[in-house]
C-alpha cells in the first residue's frame, strides 16, 4: 500500500532580512606577525592589501562569537527566534567536533523550535549557507533560516609559517533568511575540485597526530598550511569565470551591481577580479581583508555589513557575493542586500 505524503508549502521567494557580525576586541598590526616570520609590514601589505586584523581572545570562542553576529542578525531583521525553522553554521575552525556548534547557537538565541547543523566549505562555506537557506525557504522546510559564518583560523594555523600566519584573522558573521516577495538570493553556482585538495589542507589528521604524539611528547599539534601561489591563480582566473557564470544564471549584468563581495582572501585577488569582470566605478568593491584579514567562513558576511555601514553600498542593492577556497571549493550567488 502506498499512502499519499503530504508536502511542506513551498514559498515563492527567499532573501536575507538583516545582518549581523561580531569582530573580535585585539587589533593586531602587521609589526607584530612579523617578527616570527621574518616578514614586514610593507611586504605584507604590498602582498595581501592587509594593515591589520583581528585575533580572537579566550573567551571569543566560535559559539560566543557566532551567538553575538546571530543575535545582531535576528535583532535587525525583526524576526521572533523561536520562529527559525533552521540554523546553519559554517565553519572550519571549531576544534571540538561534536555536538555541532549550530545547536548551543540555536539554543543560546532562543531559535529553540529549530533544526542545527555545521557546514564544513572553508572560506565558501557563508555562501554555501546561504544557497541552502534560500532553498529551505523557498522549498517550506522553515519559514526563517539562521547562517552563521565564523573562525578562529589562529587556533588552526602556526603562527612561524610565512604563508599564512599574516593571512588569517578570526570573526563572525550572520543572516537571517526568510521569505520575501521578490526575489532575494539568486541561483547558486557551486562547485569542489578535490584534486587540488592539497593546495590548502590540514598538515597532519588529528589521529596521525595522537600516533606521533605517543611517540615523541614534542610533536606539533595540526596546522593548516597553503600552497599560497596556485591559489591565486585558481582564485583570480577560474572565480572570474565563476563570477561570470554566477550573474548570468541570475539575469544580471554588471551594470545593474551596486557591490561586489568576494571572499576577503587578499585584496589583489578582489582588485584582479573586479577588473576581470569591468566593473563599473559605480560598483562598490568589498575590501574588508584591509582591517579584518583573512576569515574564511566569516569573510563575506563581515565584508558586506562592513560596506552597509559605510555606506558605500545600501539595503536594496544588488550584490554578487562570491566565496573560494580549502577544496578547492566555492559558491557565488546575486543576493539583494538587507
Ligand atoms: O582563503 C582561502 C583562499 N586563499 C587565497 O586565496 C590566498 C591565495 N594566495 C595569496 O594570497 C598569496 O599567494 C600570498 C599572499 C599568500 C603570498 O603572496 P605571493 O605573492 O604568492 O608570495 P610568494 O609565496 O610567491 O612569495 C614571494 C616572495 C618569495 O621570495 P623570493 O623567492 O621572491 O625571493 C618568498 O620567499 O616573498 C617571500 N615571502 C615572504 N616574504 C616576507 C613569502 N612569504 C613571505 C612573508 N614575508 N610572509
Given at each position: 500500500?502506498?499512502?499519499?505524503?503530504?508536502?511542506?508549502?513551498?514559498?515563492?521567494?527567499?532573501?536575507?532580512?538583516g545582518?549581523?557580525?561580531?569582530?573580535?576586541?585585539?587589533?593586531?598590526?602587521?609589526?607584530?606577525?612579523?617578527?616570527?616570520?621574518?616578514?614586514?609590514?610593507?611586504?605584507?601589505?604590498?602582498?595581501?592589501?592587509?594593515?591589520?586584523?583581528?585575533?580572537?581572545?579566550?573567551?571569543?570562542?566560535?559559539?560566543?562569537?557566532?551567538?553575538?553576529?546571530?543575535?545582531?542578525?535576528?535583532?535587525?531583521?525583526?524576526?521572533?527566534?523561536?520562529?527559525?525553522?533552521?540554523?546553519?553554521?559554517?565553519?572550519?575552525?571549531?576544534l571540538?567536533q561534536?555536538?555541532?556548534?549550530?545547536?548551543?547557537?540555536?539554543?543560546?538565541?532562543?531559535?529553540?523550535?529549530?533544526?542545527?547543523?555545521?557546514?564544513?566549505?572553508?572560506?565558501?562555506?557563508?555562501?554555501?549557507?546561504?544557497?541552502?537557506?534560500?532553498?529551505?525557504?523557498?522549498?517550506?522546510?522553515?519559514?526563517?533560516?539562521?547562517?552563521i559564518g565564523?573562525e578562529?583560523?589562529?587556533?588552526?594555523?602556526?603562527?612561524?609559517?610565512?604563508?599564512?600566519a599574516?593571512?588569517?584573522?578570526?570573526?563572525?558573521?550572520?543572516?537571517?533568511?526568510?521569505?520575501?516577495?521578490?526575489?532575494?538570493?539568486?541561483?547558486?553556482?557551486?562547485?569542489?575540485?578535490?584534486?587540488?585538495g592539497?593546495?590548502?589542507?590540514?598538515?597532519?589528521?588529528?589521529?596521525?597526530?595522537?600516533?606521533?604524539?605517543?611517540?615523541?611528547?614534542?610533536?606539533?599539534?595540526?596546522?593548516?598550511?597553503?600552497?599560497?601561489?596556485?591559489?591565486?591563480?585558481?582564485?583570480?582566473?577560474e572565480?572570474?569565470k565563476?563570477?561570470?557564470?554566477?550573474?548570468?544564471?541570475?539575469g544580471?549584468?554588471?551594470?545593474d551591481?551596486?557591490?561586489?563581495?568576494?571572499?576577503?582572501a587578499?585584496?589583489?585577488?578582489?582588485?584582479?577580479l573586479?577588473?576581470?569582470?569591468?566593473?563599473?566605478?559605480?560598483v562598490?568593491?568589498?575590501?574588508?581583508?584591509?582591517?579584518?584579514?583573512?576569515?574564511s567562513?566569516?569573510?563575506?558576511?563581515?565584508?558586506?555589513?562592513?560596506?552597509?555601514?559605510?555606506?558605500?553600498?545600501?539595503?536594496?542593492?544588488?550584490?554578487?557575493?562570491?566565496?573560494?577556497?580549502?577544496?578547492?571549493?566555492?559558491?557565488?550567488?546575486?543576493?539583494?542586500?538587507?
Open positions: 500500500m502506498r499512502a499519499s505524503i503530504r508536502t511542506s508549502a513551498p514559498a515563492r521567494h527567499a532573501a536575507m532580512l545582518i549581523g557580525v561580531y569582530r573580535p576586541r585585539l587589533v593586531v598590526d602587521n609589526d607584530e606577525v612579523a617578527g616570527l616570520i621574518d616578514s614586514s609590514d610593507e611586504w605584507i601589505r604590498t602582498r595581501s592589501g592587509i594593515e591589520r586584523r583581528r585575533w580572537a581572545g579566550e573567551d571569543e570562542t566560535i559559539v560566543e562569537m557566532a551567538t553575538a553576529a546571530a543575535a545582531m542578525a535576528i535583532e535587525r531583521s525583526g524576526v521572533d527566534p523561536a520562529g527559525i525553522g533552521c540554523v546553519l553554521l559554517a565553519t572550519i575552525s571549531n571540538k561534536t555536538p555541532a556548534a549550530a545547536s548551543e547557537v540555536a539554543t543560546r538565541v532562543g531559535a529553540v523550535n529549530a533544526g542545527a547543523m555545521d557546514i564544513s566549505a572553508a572560506c565558501a562555506g557563508f555562501c554555501y549557507g546561504l544557497a541552502l537557506a534560500g532553498d529551505i525557504v523557498r522549498g517550506g522546510s522553515a519559514e526563517t533560516v539562521l547562517v565564523v578562529r583560523m589562529t587556533d588552526l594555523i602556526d603562527h612561524r609559517d610565512r604563508g599564512t599574516f593571512l588569517f584573522a578570526d570573526g563572525a558573521g550572520a543572516a537571517v533568511v526568510g521569505r520575501s516577495e521578490e526575489p532575494g538570493i539568486g541561483p547558486v553556482v557551486w562547485g569542489s575540485d578535490g584534486t587540488q592539497e593546495l590548502i589542507s590540514q598538515d597532519h589528521s588529528w589521529l596521525d597526530w595522537r600516533d606521533q604524539l605517543a611517540k615523541d611528547p614534542s610533536t606539533e599539534a595540526p596546522a593548516l598550511r597553503m600552497n599560497g601561489q596556485p591559489v591565486f591563480r585558481w582564485a583570480t582566473v572565480m572570474a565563476v563570477a561570470r557564470r554566477t550573474l548570468e544564471a541570475a544580471v549584468d554588471v551594470a551591481l551596486g557591490a561586489f563581495i568576494p571572499h576577503q587578499n585584496d589583489r585577488i578582489t582588485q584582479a573586479a577588473k576581470s569582470l569591468r566593473l563599473p566605478p559605480t562598490a568593491v568589498a575590501r574588508d581583508v584591509v582591517e579584518q584579514g583573512n576569515t567562513a566569516a569573510s563575506v558576511p563581515l565584508a558586506m555589513e562592513a560596506l552597509l555601514s559605510s555606506g558605500e553600498a545600501r539595503s536594496g542593492d544588488t550584490a554578487l557575493l562570491l566565496g573560494f577556497g580549502a577544496g578547492l571549493s566555492f559558491a557565488g550567488q546575486v543576493v539583494v542586500l538587507p
